[in-house]
């Protein structure tokens, strides 16, 4: 069984920044790519960044230079940077992970959303 867990979030001004976790956690052979999604209220999911196991990192445009994924391999941890927040940001956030199993195996896992409000 696999978990991932976020933190972070919340309320935060426009122009201020936060930093979202994702801990992944179980029975698993090894975390493939990681990313983060999120959804505004009455709009669809979508990719925010994602990055692969060995490091390289894309993001969306919206986003570009304002926010940061990056992971910790040695923690299983997924984390999103996010700095100049605008309110438009303001969204669910979810991380999903590749996991791989020891057959190598690869599935799909979502963390429960983490919500982040941006206030003007």
């Known amino acids: 069984q696999v978990q991932l867990t976020e933190s972070g979030g919340g309320l935060v001004q426009a122009g201020g920044s936060t930093r979202l976790s994702c801990a992944i956690s179980g029975n698993f052979f090894s975390i493939g790519t990681g990313a983060w999604y999120r959804q505004a209220p009455g709009k669809q999911r979508e990719l925010v960044a994602n990055?692969?196991?060995?490091?390289?990192?894309n993001t969306q445009d919206s986003v570009n230079g304002r926010f940061t994924i990056s992971r910790d391999n040695t923690k299983n941890t997924v984390y999103l940077q996010m700095t100049r927040l605008k309110p438009e940001d303001t969204a669910v956030y979810y991380c999903?992970?590749?996991?791989?199993?020891?057959?190598?195996?690869?599935?799909?896992?979502w963390g429960q959303g983490t919500r982040v409000i941006v206030s003007s």
């Open positions: 999903n992970v590749q996991i791989y199993n020891q057959r190598y195996e690869r599935n799909s896992y």
């Open positions: 990055i692969t196991s060995l490091g390289s990192a």
